[in-house]
């Protein structure tokens, strides 16, 4: 054997070892690879669970707080009606105010149990919610506050409230806030209704979602040529205060008759059913109990409707099976809760090596209760809207068929951009950088990318799917993701 070919043997036999190293390291590094992102995987679904758990136990402890508010405003219609009949009018004063108090109390006692109820389950305090909820305190003790024209331009539902509400609110918000209401109703921000206030606006514009043009605001692809085309934004609702903003319960006090709304077996009846057993229809009218000029709690008709989202064929054509038994055919008080679960990764993250991650979850329940008569079980509200004790269970239900739900009122980058961003859009077009939902106006604001939807539905608008009249569902879906 010649040295030259011993020395080209053994070369090959150092680079086949040496290649079999490379290999092994590669082998090795993917291998270390996969165990970390299993381990990620598995942390990602545990806190997952996490936050569902949380954020359902959050709403869960919400709402019932609704239902036991929503009982106590109905004990206090009924001590009402005693005082009168024992000639108490003093303790009528009182009655009613704590009637109006209770309107923001008990749902306060809503959001703080909410907190507690995602705390116990592992969430954290998110600074950001916490912000929110803290500017909130601010904005109703700064400015709900404020005179106008000589009145009071919020009117407060009893003396002293609006200072009382952000100090409470303040209190609230320094404990942190884990679980965000999501379906506040803010008496500041415009009332839903305007394209600009709808996220799945955004979404279909950055989504490039032409089915949604194509199905909810038909003809604005072609109608729409500039910022300036967009109708005003609607004003502040501040027509009625007497409800708290956050999970408010949906009651208002009305001076009237009682007369107008019961015969005095009517009432006896419902005394009888909340357990108060001696009151009589003769005790009720020899006391003139029910032609006096009163004020009383009723379920504003407005929120306590028929609950039409949940409906097969209601507005959202929602994914329901068989019939909703009357007595829980009534929209009203819900909660919706937010809650973020980080997640520390050990693998780098595709977005710039972010190693932590939140998973959002947010959950929505609702108090449910019915008026009963013999076996008859009727909806809460069937007593002429009048408030009574009638509130039994509470149940988690779809976020999308809660009310408010797309209001998304603890998403801090839509707060924003509602709130901030909105006006100036309105007056000096697309604000360069401020967030998601501004670049999507600025990509709406481009006339090539409309005149893309309008190429791509002239051919296949066909294939969007539309709920056809009768029932005959084809598809469709809800607001909260299609
Ligand atoms: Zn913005």
Redesign the pocket.
């Known amino acids: 054997m010649s040295p030259a070919s011993d020395r080209t043997r053994r070369r090959a036999a150092c680079s086949r070892a040496g290649q079999a190293v490379v290999f092994l390291l590669l082998a090795l590094t993917a291998l270390v690879f996969v165990l970390l992102f299993n381990a990620d995987l598995h942390r990602i679904v545990q806190r997952k669970h996490q936050a569902q758990n949380a954020g359902d136990a959050a709403a869960l402890a919400a709402a019932r707080w609704q239902g036991a508010t929503l009982n106590l405003i109905g004990e206090l219609n009924l001590l009402h009606v005693l005082a009168l009949a024992n000639g108490q009018p003093a303790a009528v004063d009182a009655i009613t105010n704590m009637q109006a108090r209770l309107c923001f109390t008990g749902p306060m006692t809503a959001l703080f149990a909410a907190q507690i109820a995602a705390k116990n389950n592992r969430i954290h305090v998110d600074p950001d919610m916490t912000d929110l909820l803290r500017e909130h305190a601010d904005t109703v003790r700064n400015q709900y506050t404020a005179l106008f024209d000589g009145t009071r331009y919020f009117p407060e539902p009893w003396p002293g409230a609006w200072l009382q509400v952000a100090d409470m609110l303040d209190q609230v918000a320094s404990d942190g806030i884990a679980a965000g209401p999501d379906n506040a109703q803010f008496f500041l921000d415009p009332s839903s209704g305007h394209m600009l206030m709808e996220k799945a606006f955004y979404d279909a514009v950055l989504s490039r979602n032409w089915c949604w043009f194509h199905l909810h605001a038909r003809g604005w692809l072609q109608a729409y040529a500039s910022f300036r085309d967009w109708p005003a934004l609607p004003g502040p609702d501040i027509s009625d205060t007497s409800n708290a903003e956050i999970f408010g319960v949906g009651v208002r006090p009305f001076t009237f008759r009682l007369d107008f709304l019961f015969s005095a077996s009517d009432l006896e009846a419902r005394f009888h059913e909340a357990g108060f057993d001696t009151v009589t229809a003769a005790q009720l009218t020899g006391t003139n109990v029910l032609d006096r000029f009163e004020t009383w709690f009723l379920y504003n008709p407005g929120d306590w409707s028929e609950w039409s989202r949940i409906k097969p064929d209601g507005e959202d054509n929602f994914p329901v099976t068989g019939a909703v038994r009357p007595e829980y055919d009534v929209a009203g008080a819900d909660a919706v809760v937010r809650v973020y679960a980080s997640v520390d990764r050990m693998t780098p993250g595709i977005e710039g090596g972010r190693r932590s991650d939140n998973v959002m979850w947010s959950a929505a329940a609702k108090p449910f209760g019915y008026l009963e008569e013999g076996s008859e079980r009727r909806p809460a509200t069937d007593a002429s809207a009048f408030v009574l004790p009638a509130f039994r269970d509470v149940r988690l239900i779809p976020v999308d068929a809660a009310t408010g739900s797309e209001n998304n009122t603890s998403d801090i ?1 839509w707060v ?2 509602v709130r ?3 006006h100036p ?1 309105l007056e000096s077009g697309p ?1 360069p950088n ?6 999507a ?1 600025t990509l709406w604001e481009d006339d090539a990318f409309r005149q893309q939807g309008i190429d791509w539905l002239d051919l296949y608008h066909q294939n969007c799917r539309v709920r056809t009249p009768g029932g005959n569902r084809r598809g469709g879906g809800s607001r909260r993701g299609h």
């Open positions: 980058e924003r951009h901030s961003h909105l859009y604000q401020a967030c998601r939902y501004c670049s106006l």
